[in-house]
């Protein structure tokens, strides 16, 4: 195992004024929300909680999230209560659209794995991957990396409709 005090830039002790700090979300840059969304709900599972339209600044933010049954239940049906909760929550995907990117047919978000580097993937942990990764060819999704590919045969990445990675494990 690894020895984390090591590690040079690791903070063993956070400061106790980042104790209650929690990772909201994480935005992408969508040229289709149609496209994405339906990628998003259908292909991906996760339900869209939240949707803001920005008439002067022509985008709109929508908020997606994977919660069990439970947790659905707890979505508040109210627009007032819904950015509370959503800004509550872990792990949401914003997909952020910058209104007529869709008509244009040369327009394209940079991905991060091409030069220059950057961004790289989200993760989706699936239960299982092969079956996950069956279901992903049978709706035409892309793939970056199936698991038969290379040595990291437990792990898939496929593309969304912005040639986003999403790693599969």
């Known amino acids: 195992m690894t020895n984390f005090k090591d590690i040079e830039g690791n ?3 956070p400061d106790q004024e980042t104790r209650e700090f929690v990772l ?4 992408l840059r969508v040229k289709d929300p149609k496209k994405s969304l ?4 259908r292909v991906m599972g996760m339900r ?3 949707k803001n339209d920005f008439p002067g600044g ?3 933010l929508y908020f997606l999230g994977t919660f069990n049954k439970e947790e659905i239940k707890t979505i508040p049906q109210n627009n007032d209560d819904m950015r509370g909760w959503a800004l509550s929550q872990k792990s949401i995907l914003e997909l952020t659209h910058n209104w007529g990117t869709e008509n244009d047919s040369n327009f394209t978000y940079h991905d991060g794995n091409q030069e220059p580097r950057g961004f790289g993937h989200i ?10 990764c069956e279901r992903f060819e049978q709706l035409g999704v892309t793939f970056q990396k199936k698991p ?7 792990i898939a990445f496929i593309k969304d409709p912005d040639g986003y990675w999403i790693e599969i494990l």
């Open 48 to 50: 869209l909680v939240r």
């Open 123 to 132: 993760a989706f942990k699936v239960p299982d991957v092969a079956k996950a």
């Open 11 to 13: 903070c063993l002790t």
């Open 58 to 60: 022509k985008f709109s």
């Open 148 to 154: 038969s590919d290379g040595s990291m045969k437990s």
């Open 24 to 27: 909201n979300h994480t935005m």
């Open 38 to 41: 339906d990628f998003y709900t």
